[in-house]
């Protein structure tokens, strides 16, 4: 089968084998790209493919699945064709329509980026969620470098609604960062498990929009469970009680009549 390797603005596709190793597919793109097999991390939305493993061991791995490329940044040839100014990276932000190719620094704080993508889309700053795979990037306060981000990362941004700035009140506490596993259902990717991190306060929409422009589910709609209770859309993960560790169950469908849904 044939999976698409994205790293930036440029896609591969290679050729695999359901016996394969994860570190005989790094080979194949260091023969396509000139970068080392050392520096290179496989993933889809944060979660990483081990070298030990094999495709085999990836069920969510099928015809066609987009596989991210990041690339270890002291480790990059140095003379590599695709790469910027020594003190600056290019990273791509995509929002939920379109995406900017970016050049921030290595010393850049989310709070910059936030302002960067505010002057060129014109989204409120309050109203940014940004994730880099799969994790939230919350304190506006820290280095990009400090999440993983560098050369070629691919950084999410979610728009956060009106509502969902103080749902029921539980703005007025902090937040906090949650590691939880998205588990799909067995007609969906072969019933994956997706480890995510996310803020206490970001909605389920959010969650979902998050999964979507991943491609980690296919466009449709999704029902997200929480101990056995429908969540809703709009609310936080903190709202629906949801706590560390915790599994968020997705199958198709949508709500009706307020109670009932369709899978």
């Known amino acids: 089968m044939k999976v698409i390797i994205c790293i930036l603005q440029h ?14 597919i790094k080979r194949k793109i260091e023969q396509h790209l000139g970068i080392a097999m050392s520096s290179q991390t496989l993933s ?8 030990e493993l094999y495709m085999k061991d990836y069920p969510i791995i099928t015809e066609g699945t987009r596989i991210d490329l990041t690339i270890q940044c002291m480790e990059q040839p140095p003379h590599h064709p695709i790469l910027s100014q020594p003190n600056k990276i290019q990273i791509l932000v995509k929002l939920s329509s379109r995406q900017h190719h970016m050049e921030v620094d290595r010393a850049e704080i989310v709070h910059s ?12 700053m309050k109203r940014m969620s940004l994730f880099f795979s799969g994790t939230e ?3 506006d306060f820290c280095k990009l470098s400090e999440y993983g981000v560098c050369e070629f990362s691919e950084i999410i941004v979610l728009r956060k ?11 007025e506490l902090p937040s906090r960062r949650l590691s939880i596993v998205v588990q799909t259902s067995s007609s969906l990717l ?21 999964l979507l422009s991943g491609k980690i589910l296919p466009l449709d709609d999704y029902l997200f469970i929480h101990k056995q209770r429908i969540m809703r859309d709009c609310s936080s993960l903190r709202w629906h009680g949801v706590e560390d560790g915790d599994f968020l169950y997705v199958f198709k469908g949508t709500v009706t009549r307020g109670e009932s849904s369709s899978f």
């Open 190 to 210: 072969n019933a994956a498990c997706i480890p995510l991190k996310m803020s206490d306060s970001s909605t389920v929409n959010e969650l979902r929009e998050l």
């Open 44 to 51: 889809i939305l944060g979660w990483e493919l081990f070298d």
């Open 137 to 139: 990037l919350e304190d």
């Open 113 to 124: 980026l936030k302002e960067k993508i505010h002057i060129i889309d014109g989204t409120p």
């Open 11 to 24: 896609e591969i596709e290679v050729e695999v084998g359901h016996q394969e190793q994860i570190i005989e």
């Open 161 to 171: 609604s009106a509502n969902s700035l103080r749902d029921d009140g539980d703005d």
